[in-house]
């Protein structure tokens, strides 16, 4: 696999799992998940989770793979790689598991004293690749395989966190979010 090909194709089949934690930015807010309890003197997950930016963010992460695969054959012509196209369950554990991965890292943030908000680097950039290619493995381990050779795996561990600082500080700017990540 060319270095074209590699990145693109990293690139592609992550779109899915990126594009939920914005969504959720965007449509969060109303009941939190841990619907306010505490665990040991802190909230589960915070007010930081809820039910409605989840359910946006997967429903915007299935919608984009759907959208994408309508327009991988043209553009992987154009780009001279092959396409990359989501199976519907791929689609949902790459976007369902982006949001769970990223709920997971609330509640280890919770659980070692952060407030909502605070930052974890490392883990803020990386909880959702986790999520993500974790339930798309369980809800379809063959495609996952396929798709994630070492090298875009390697590529897609060096080009997510830096995407994220980037598109977060974009949030933060903008005023969508209130903090750069
Ligand atoms: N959001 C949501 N539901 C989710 C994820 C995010 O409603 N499952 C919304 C919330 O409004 C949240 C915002 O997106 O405040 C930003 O997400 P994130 O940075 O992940 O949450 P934080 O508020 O920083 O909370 P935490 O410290 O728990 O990550
Ligand atoms: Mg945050
Ligand atoms: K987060």
Do not use: C
């Not at 990223?102 to 919770?110: E, L």
Request: proline share 6%.
């Amino acid at each position: 696999m060319d270095l074209v090909t590699v990145v693109a194709t990293a690139l592609w089949a992550m779109l899915p799992a990126y594009v939920p934690n914005n969504a959720a930015v965007l449509a969060g807010g109303g009941r939190p998940i841990d619907g306010g309890r505490s665990w040991g003197g802190r909230r589960v997950l915070g007010d930081g989770k809820t039910w409605r930016g989840t359910a946006a963010g997967t429903a915007a992460g299935v919608a984009l793979a759907l959208v994408l695969n309508a327009a991988s054959g043209p553009i992987a012509d154009l780009l001279g790689v092959p396409a990359v196209e989501f199976p519907l369950a791929a689609a949902v554990g790459l976007a369902l598991g982006a949001m769970v991965g990223d709920i997971g890292a609330s509640f280890v943030k919770r659980r070692s004293g952060r407030e909502r908000g605070a930052p974890f680097p490392g883990l803020d950039q990386l909880d959702f690749v986790v999520g993500a290619l974790a339930l798309a493995a369980v809800l379809d381990f063959e495609w996952v395989t396929a798709t994630f050779t070492v090298p875009v795996l390697a590529t897609v561990l060096v080009v997510t966190p830096l995407l994220h600082v980037v598109t977060n500080g974009i949030a933060y700017l903008i005023g969508a979010k209130d903090e750069p990540w």
